[in-house]
């Protein structure tokens, strides 16, 4: 099934996991999801991931992490869509729950966090914003 919009599917797979309280999800992979998948891990927003290559595309399990019974990532929210791109400089990437939150931000120099992305000191497309 072909989706017009495969960061917000990967988005709505995510929330609708955390909903039901799996432990894990499965999301058809591509280079983006891995990368968003990445900064996850990363800034400990879940516990681990795997690559499975099939003979298509290959699929990303996530474990999902939980505490006190709560899961760690509250929410989600798409910012920039296929039909309304939105891009910052780094003085206006916006800062998610205070700094405890994350935005995910395509730049030049590649998918990074907006933490990441003042430190190297480029702005781009704010793609999703996590907390």
Not at 28 to 54: F, G
Not at 58 to 80: D, E
Not at 89 to 97: M, N, W, Y
């Amino acid at each position: 099934m072909a989706h017009s919009d495969p960061i917000a599917d990967y988005l709505t797979r995510l929330r609708n996991a955390i909903q039901a309280k799996h432990k894990k999800v499965e999301i058809p992979a591509s280079n983006v999801k891995r990368e968003i998948t990445r900064i996850l891990a990363e800034n400990k927003l879940i516990n681990k991931y795997d690559v499975v290559a099939d003979e298509k595309q290959g699929v990303i399990r996530i474990a999902l992490k939980y505490y006190a019974g709560s899961n760690v990532i509250k929410g989600s929210r798409r910012v920039s869509t296929p039909g309304r791109r939105v891009y910052r400089q780094v003085d206006d990437l916006p800062r998610v729950s205070n700094g405890l939150g994350l935005a995910i931000v395509s730049t030049s120099k590649g998918l990074m966090s907006d933490k990441q992305a003042r430190k190297e000191n480029v702005g781009g497309e704010v793609l999703c914003l996590i907390w």
